[in-house]
């Protein structure tokens, strides 16, 4: 039986985007999906329920171009505690850039730990513009990408899949800056204060 184990590897999982495209994948999927944050204490458990699934989706942010460390201490101790019925491992990363390409070490990291460990890698979607797509019209794009993700790994016809804002980078910029404007302005600081070094002095100094 076809079963999809879906583990997001954020820093903040509970909260994350990563959580809101995983939600999206299980409604969209035609094969049953269960749904796990990655903490630091649950690699084990996680590891030994892996078993139990045909395929496993990770998703998860860029950090610093490369995968959180959240997902990269999960994979070191999933590296010893393989299960011997090994599940098809697929992606969905998403990034703050608008070109999805960034996305692309990262998703080599993961090919790379599956070559090694002789598990066999599945499906890709790189989303770009992650932190903002979800809250424009353009979701509704990403909606899209993720049933084509979901179908494949369903259908076992593993792909690549991409998209991120029809913009071009200009307008995208004018966009990010207008968010973080307002963004600041919720919290009390000013458009002025959020381009000083004030606080990576701040935090130097305490």
Not at 54 to 73: C, E, H, K, Q, R
Not at 136 to 164: C, M, N
Request: overall charge positive.
């Amino acid at each position: 039986m076809e079963r999809i184990m879906i583990l997001n590897g954020s820093p903040r999982a509970p909260k994350s985007n990563s959580k809101c495209y995983a939600e999206i994948f299980a409604k969209k999927s035609d094969v049953s999906v269960e749904y796990f944050n990655i903490t630091r204490s649950n690699h084990l458990e996680l590891c030994s329920k892996m078993g139990r699934f045909s395929d496993v989706l990770l998703v998860f942010p860029l950090y610093a171009d490369s995968i959180p460390v959240t997902l990269l201490n999960f994979l070191k101790n999933l590296e010893n505690n393989l299960p011997d019925k090994k599940p098809v491992i697929s992606v969905l990363v998403n990034c703050g850039f608008l070109e999805y390409t960034q996305d692309d070490l990262a998703v080599r990291m993961i090919q790379l730990f599956c070559k090694r460990n002789h598990c066999q890698f599945g499906s890709v979607l790189e989303i770009g513009s992650g932190e903002a797509i979800l809250n424009t019209p353009f979701k509704i794009l990403v909606t899209r990408k993720i049933k084509k993700l979901s179908e494949s790994i369903r259908a076992k016809k593993y792909k690549t899949l991409k998209v991120t804002m029809p913009l071009t980078p200009k307008l995208f910029i004018k966009a990010s800056t207008n968010f973080w404007v307002e963004y600041g302005k919720r919290n009390g600081i000013t458009k002025e204060e959020m381009k000083t070094m004030d606080i990576e002095e701040d935090i130097l100094i305490n």
